[in-house]
């Protein structure tokens, strides 16, 4: 008992001891000649830094990435979706009528919704907010002919044209 209370003791010692000691870390010496921008929010300081620091500005748009990744994990799952973009339909009336003639058909169809505003944000050209929609048209529009969608298209014109009598 006395020895394992003596091999105990000098274990915590020496842990102990061995915790105050500064570890001999090299510091980086590799310099970048970049800034990297990951999101759309962190675009404008990344930007500012680059030009003040003389550094090119890289983008990586991984919100895009991992959307793409999403809809490619969603596709093989069997979730396929057509997406009407901004602009396409106008009225709920509009979105909840075609909705509703193509699921009777079996097809889901939806309504991609960009940036919400009209002003342009620094950077927003650069990072894109539709990847999991175009990334399910693409695999749509693979599946279907031009033509289905192109109906799909004068389906969609034919909601409108009854939505704007109504109203």
Do not use: W
Not at 40 to 65: G, M, P, Q
Not at 95 to 120: H, M, N, R
Request: proline share 1%.
């Amino acid at each position: 008992m006395k020895n394992f209370l003596l091999l105990l003791i000098s274990i915590i010692t020496i842990l102990l001891s061995s915790c105050d000691k500064k570890k001999d870390v090299k510091p980086e010496t590799k310099v970048s000649d970049s800034v990297i921008s990951y999101n759309l929010y962190d675009y404008e300081n990344a930007l500012k830094h680059a030009k003040a620091s003389k550094k090119r500005l890289i983008v990586v748009d991984t919100a895009c990435i991992n959307a793409k990744k999403r809809a490619v994990k969603d596709i093989k799952n069997g979730k396929l979706i057509y997406y009407f973009y901004h602009g396409n339909m106008n009225t709920m009336c509009e979105v909840e009528k075609v909705k509703e003639l193509f699921l009777k058909k079996g097809i889901q169809v939806d309504y991609a919704y960009g940036s919400s505003t009209c002003i342009p944000l620094i950077g927003g050209e650069k990072f894109n907010d539709l990847c999991y929609e175009e990334t399910m048209n693409a695999e749509f529009e693979k599946r279907h002919n031009k033509i289905f969608i192109d109906s799909m298209q004068s389906i969609r014109s034919q909601q409108k044209t009854d939505c704007s009598k109504k109203y």
